[in-house]
């Protein structure tokens, strides 16, 4: 298995609140990847990255914002969590040479805001 | 957005039984990628094709990376317990960001009552 883990996994949190998940890699990849899960939409992709300080938006990306300062580290941030944001959110990670195209996934946090 | 159309949603399966699923879409792919998700947990990676006609094995599962470039197909031979969960293909449209992978629906494979 890919070393690739989130945090925290559950969270709960209320509108309004600011929120960060955690994608920690031990793979050394390039690449990195946050995608959310919802029913009837399968996986979206937020952001992504394709190195230290090189990120880029994704199909769904309003109201998230990400950072990355270390290889292993890929952050999503919700400023201002809304009810429309419960969701499952997946990390993946590619190194981008091998085929080029091939994402691993973390395990997931599920995320509720009341 | 670009869609892949994967079909079917659901399926039933009885131990044993032999079991097809695809992925179709309009555009080119230069990359189909299938993976299962069990409840609770993230996608799995099973195979990858990279050529068009390509067919690739792993185990009781075989996919093929349809000639047109346009679809994409999966089957399961002899199926077991375990191969319940969410099946999931994934493309890289030809001319698309680097890595960014459009995703198919899923398809779910249930053991019949």
Redesign the interface.
């Known amino acids: 298995d890919a070393g690739i883990t989130q945090s925290p996994r559950h969270k709960v949190t209320e509108t309004g609140t600011p929120v960060t998940l955690r994608c920690h890699q031990t793979e050394n990849h390039r690449y990195m990847y946050w995608y959310r899960q919802d029913p009837g939409h399968g996986l979206r992709l937020i952001h992504y990255s394709y190195g230290v300080k090189d990120t880029d938006k994704g199909e769904v990306s309003d109201g998230y914002s990400v950072s990355r300062s270390k290889t292993e580290d890929f952050l999503l941030t919700l400023e201002s969590a809304t009810s429309s944001q419960t969701s499952v959110y997946f990390c993946a990670i590619s190194d981008g040479f091998s085929g080029g195209y091939e994402q691993y996934f973390g395990p997931g946090t599920r995320l509720t805001v009341t | ?1 670009q869609q892949l159309n994967q079909s079917p949603q659901s399926m039933f399966i009885q131990e044993g039984e032999d079991v097809s699923m695809n992925c179709t879409s309009s555009s080119i792919f ?2 189909w ?1 299938w ?1 299962k998700q069990d409840p ?6 099973l195979i ?1 094709l ?1 050529k068009a006609g390509e067919l690739t094995s792993n185990g009781r599962l075989t996919a093929q990376f349809g000639i047109t470039r346009k679809d994409s197909f999966l089957n399961i031979s002899a199926s077991i317990p375990s191969d319940v969960g969410i099946y ?1 293909c ?1 493309g ?1 449209l030809q001319g698309g ?5 459009i ?4 398809t779910k494979l249930s053991v019949k009552p």
């Open positions: 957005g230069n990359t990628l993976y609770g947990e993230g996608p799995v990676l990858a990279y999931f994934a890289q960001s680097q890595g960014n992978l995703f198919g629906k899923g």
